[in-house]
């Protein structure tokens, strides 16, 4: 079951960062911190994901608070493109990997 | 690269039928997993597969089964359809020892199955 909380939609103008948060206060020690989106009705594509550190590709950025329990995804130049459903996702032991409610981003001309 | 590829991408069946959706991983994964996302909602993970071996069991119901072959494609077979198994069903894969991790899940375009 998902153990990650985000607000269900967010707007974000066109051409400024986007700041997606999510709440992960349960996660234990070994988890990862992954980010998907879904483009309607496409099949969940990966962003991004972490342990401890700030990650950054060629996609986003990923900020882990020191304690872990939450983090933030930034999208930094926001475009009509990345309108999506974005899912933060704790992995799982074993291989289960639950998609909680996700945060709907609306960016906007 | 090659993707996860999922067949058919679109399929129509009548309730109380049987039906098979099949998925190939990304070469060298050897894990698959299976998801279902009704309209509206989010994905579901329904079961994965380590190594041609059951690893994990999400909300599969009874009349659903699977399993991955030696060449480590996977199939869904789904009986007695009833109209709510209607929804597109994800399949995905990843490469790794059992348990994530930190590897990546890459996910397939996706089988829509109407059932009417």
């Known amino acids: 079951d998902a153990k990650t909380t985000q607000p269900p939609s967010m707007d974000c103008a066109e051409g400024r960062a986007a700041n997606l948060p999510c709440n992960h206060s349960t996660i234990s020690g070994n988890e990862y911190v992954y980010w998907y989106r879904q483009i309607h009705s496409q099949g969940p594509q990966y962003i991004i994901h972490g342990l401890k550190n700030n990650e950054t590709n060629e996609m986003a950025s990923l900020i882990i608070t020191e304690d872990r329990k939450s983090s933030t995804l930034i999208l930094p130049h926001a475009t009509l493109r990345d309108t999506a459903v974005y899912y933060c996702?704790?992995?799982?032991?074993?291989?289960?990997?639950?998609f909680g409610t996700g945060t709907s981003l609306t960016v906007i001309p | 690269a090659a993707g996860v590829i999922q067949s058919p991408r679109h399929l129509i069946k009548e309730k109380r039928e049987t039906a098979t959706l099949k998925c190939y991983p990304i070469p060298r994964h050897d894990t698959v997993y299976w998801y279902q996302q009704g309209p509206g909602q989010d994905p579901q993970f329904l079961i994965s597969f380590y190594e041609k071996m059951q690893s994990d069991k999400g909300s599969i119901p009874d009349r659903f089964s699977a399993q991955q072959f030696s060449d480590y494609h996977s199939e869904l077979n789904m009986s007695s359809l009833e109209l709510g198994d209607s929804a597109l069903y994800f399949c995905?894969?990843?490469?790794?020892?059992?348990?994530?991790?930190?590897?990546?899940?890459?996910f397939g375009e996706g089988s829509w199955l109407t059932v009417v």
């Open positions: 996702i704790l992995c799982n032991t074993g291989n289960q990997f639950y």
């Open positions: 995905a894969s990843s490469l790794g020892v059992r348990g994530l991790s930190g590897n990546t899940i890459y």
